[in-house]
């Protein structure tokens, strides 16, 4: 992927058809630096910093605050990338007016380059709401966190044939509202790769297999940051809990022999 200077949704727009991108989740400003400077295009900073960060059961008590005080941390570690802020539960759902004000709050106080919405069709006169007074909108189908307490739990979307023609209709409403990209979680590949092959904007993958425009998974999932249970689209490229309790470990073990300070540690 050729270098460039400072994603924006148009540029990741662009990305449609061409060779798969990555996409990660950050929440603070030190993780943001990294994941920016390895060359990732995009960011998001999730709501599912409500489980990986703030210790909640799922994404559904994450305030508007909570997630402009992450997204700025994130904006101000970040020079390339694309910040995506996820709009959490409640602060799109109420009219277009709150959507707006709310999204408006991302980009000109927080720093975001753009929001993600969840949502289908339902959701598509608020993207086109957006998308006119110039606010980015990244969509977002398949399984929808958010909406667990209707689902009934996190299940699989687009199993029967009525669905995939749902998450289709869904999808286009989402493209023709202005999203420049969207989300697909939780699905099949074969629905993934249909609802990829008839839009014209990206698709983004997690969970829904490798015929998306590009990918994303939860950082702290992926660095092996969090419990050893993990969803099963999840590759793990590192164990940093391993790392760390080995590196805490170390120290406390040094501190209770009297070897750590050392001399070169004193001034």
């Given at each position: 992927?050729?270098?460039?200077?400072?994603?924006?949704?148009?540029?990741?727009?662009?990305?449609?058809?061409?060779q798969p991108?990555?996409?990660?989740?950050?929440?603070?400003?030190?993780?943001?630096k990294?994941?920016?400077?390895?060359?990732?295009p995009?960011?998001?900073?999730?709501?599912?910093?409500?489980?990986?960060?703030?210790?909640?059961?799922?994404?559904?008590?994450?305030?508007?605050?909570?997630?402009?005080?992450?997204?700025?941390?994130?904006?101000?570690g970040?020079?390339?990338a694309?910040?995506?802020a996820?709009?959490?539960?409640?602060?799109?759902?109420?009219?277009?007016?709150?959507?707006?004000?709310?999204?408006?709050?991302?980009?000109?106080?927080?720093g975001?380059?753009a929001?993600?919405?969840?949502?289908?069709?339902?959701?598509?006169?608020?993207?086109?709401?957006?998308?006119?007074?110039?606010?980015?909108?990244m969509?977002?189908?398949?399984?929808?966190p958010?909406?667990?307490?209707?689902?009934?739990?996190?299940?699989?979307?687009?199993?029967?044939?009525?669905?995939?023609?749902?998450?289709i209709k869904?999808?286009?409403a989402?493209?023709?509202?202005?999203?420049?990209?969207?989300v697909?979680?939780?699905?099949?590949?074969?629905?993934?790769?249909?609802?990829?092959?008839?839009?014209?904007?990206p698709?983004?993958?997690?969970?829904?297999?490798?015929?998306?425009?590009?990918?994303?998974?939860?950082?702290?999932?992926?660095?092996?940051?969090?419990?050893?249970?993990?969803?099963?689209?999840?590759?793990?490229?590192?164990?940093?809990?391993?790392q760390?309790?080995?590196?805490?470990?170390?120290?406390?073990?040094?501190?209770?022999?009297?070897?750590?300070?050392?001399?070169?540690?004193?001034?």
């Amino acid at each position: 992927m050729d270098p460039v200077k400072k994603w924006t949704a148009p540029k990741i727009r662009a990305l449609k058809g061409g060779q798969p991108f990555a996409c990660l989740t950050s929440y603070d400003y030190l993780t943001a630096k990294i994941i920016d400077e390895s060359g990732i295009p995009l960011i998001l900073v999730g709501d599912t910093l409500g489980m990986v960060v703030l210790g909640y059961e799922n994404t559904l008590p994450v305030t508007m605050e909570e997630m402009l005080h992450h997204t700025a941390a994130v904006a101000r570690g970040v020079k390339s990338a694309l910040v995506v802020a996820d709009m959490p539960f409640l602060s799109y759902h109420v009219s277009v007016q709150q959507a707006l004000e709310n999204a408006g709050r991302f980009v000109k106080s927080a720093g975001a380059g753009a929001v993600k919405i969840e949502g289908g069709s339902l959701r598509a006169g608020t993207v086109r709401a957006l998308v006119e007074n110039g606010i980015p909108v990244m969509g977002h189908i398949g399984l929808t966190p958010q909406s667990i307490r209707a689902l009934g739990g996190y299940k699989i979307a687009g199993k029967r044939a009525v669905e995939v023609r749902q998450l289709i209709k869904d999808a286009k409403a989402l493209e023709k509202a202005g999203v420049f990209s969207i989300v697909l979680e939780c699905m099949p590949p074969e629905a993934a790769k249909k609802i990829t092959s008839e839009l014209h904007v990206p698709t983004i993958g997690i969970g829904a297999g490798p015929q998306c425009d590009g990918q994303i998974l939860v950082t702290h999932d992926m660095l092996g940051f969090t419990s050893n249970v993990s969803p099963k689209f999840v590759k793990r490229y590192a164990d940093l809990t391993a790392q760390i309790k080995g590196a805490v470990a170390g120290f406390k073990r040094d501190v209770e022999a009297k070897k750590f300070p050392a001399k070169e540690h004193c001034y």
